[in-house]
């Protein structure tokens, strides 16, 4: 039986609701089991706001290989078994989180999941909690001693993304589109979509200026940089096309030209992405040991304990590592 870790997300967040009723509505997940991981007393006090019952057996990791359980639970307890309140950046309930991934990587180096599904946290409450990285990406490149990937993958279906700048200074942004970078981005993306089993992967790749520099009128990146990373990729057998002008190329992947995008920069992808579906949006850690998905939304601190966020985007990403044990 393939089983695949479920860290319920930050106790004062919606993570806990979110879970619950994803476990609840995701109906087709065939014989994976879900192995949850997180603070118990919150993942019941979530049940009981959503007027859910699950019948999740509790194990320890050393039960974890034998278990033939469709759903188990790894209580990893908040410090003093307190009650997180909802809505607040807490220490203990980043400690808890933190804790809750350093136990899943674990899982994953004994090969005891096949992959790991994470609801939303906070990370100035995992860097309060005790977290040197910041943020999951860096702590999963450390430990799978990853430094070559530049950044996560945005999915939102049938779309996806990849960047070839993220949390930089827009005034930086030139000093990163690079030949090597901006291959390094397409070719990542293209293993990545082949390993979530799509086999006819057709990226297009944005231009850093408007109008793609209008041929060196106002800029030089596209033919200095972008343009050689486009045809190294295609010398390798990546259908990848371009430059796209920045402020189109989404319109071609939404009349099904193309399959993926890779964005220069973070804004240029991600104010598209969301605008197409912000709460279906899902945020994949690629070049991991196993598929690694999260929703793209965070923890939602106003609305948490009221029982109203809902799971879409996390079912979505339980979807896409779902797939990936098939491809």
Not at 91 to 117: H, P, W
Not at 118 to 125: D, H, S
Not at 189 to 210: C, H, K, S, W, Y
Request: hydrophobic residues 40%; proline residues 5%.
């Amino acid at each position: 039986m393939q089983k695949i870790a479920f860290m319920i997300g930050d106790p004062a967040g919606v993570g806990p609701e979110i879970t619950v009723q994803c476990i609840k509505e995701y109906k087709d997940r065939g014989d994976r089991a879900l192995v949850l991981v997180g603070d118990r007393p919150s993942f019941d006090r979530a049940m009981d706001i959503c007027g859910i019952q699950l019948n999740a057996r509790d194990i320890t990791l050393d039960e974890l290989p034998g278990s033939r359980d469709d759903l188990a639970f790894i209580n990893v307890p908040v410090e003093g078994g307190e009650e997180i309140p909802f809505g607040v950046v807490s220490e203990k309930a980043g400690n808890c989180v933190y804790r809750s991934i350093q136990t899943i990587l674990k899982m994953i180096d004994d090969k005891l999941v096949q992959g790991f599904v994470f609801a939303p946290f906070n990370k100035e409450a995992m860097k309060k909690g005790g977290c040197p990285y910041p943020s999951e990406l860096d702590m999963y490149k450390d430990h799978f001693n990853r430094p070559d990937i530049t950044g996560e993958i945005n999915y939102m279906d049938p779309m996806w993304t990849v960047r070839v700048s993220s949390h930089i200074a827009v005034k930086d942004i030139h000093t990163f589109v690079k030949k090597d970078r901006i291959l390094d981005s397409i070719t990542f993306l293209d293993t990545e979509m082949q390993r979530f089993g799509i086999e006819n992967r057709r990226i297009a790749v944005a231009a850093l200026n408007p109008h793609c520099g209008e041929k060196g009128l106002f800029g030089t990146e596209e033919g200095d940089e972008i343009e050689p990373a486009i045809k190294a990729a295609q010398k390798a057998g990546i259908k990848a096309d371009g430059p796209f002008p920045a402020d189109t190329i989404f319109l071609k992947v939404r009349a099904g030209e193309y399959d993926a995008v890779v964005s220069m920069y973070h804004d240029q992808g991600q104010v598209a992405t969301k605008l197409l579906g912000f709460d279906k949006g899902v945020t994949i850690h690629g070049g991991m040991p196993v598929a690694i998905a999260t929703c793209a939304h965070g923890t939602a601190f106003d609305i948490a304990g009221k029982g109203i966020a809902r799971p879409t985007a996390l079912m979505e990403a339980l979807g896409v590592v779902l797939k990936s044990l098939k491809a």
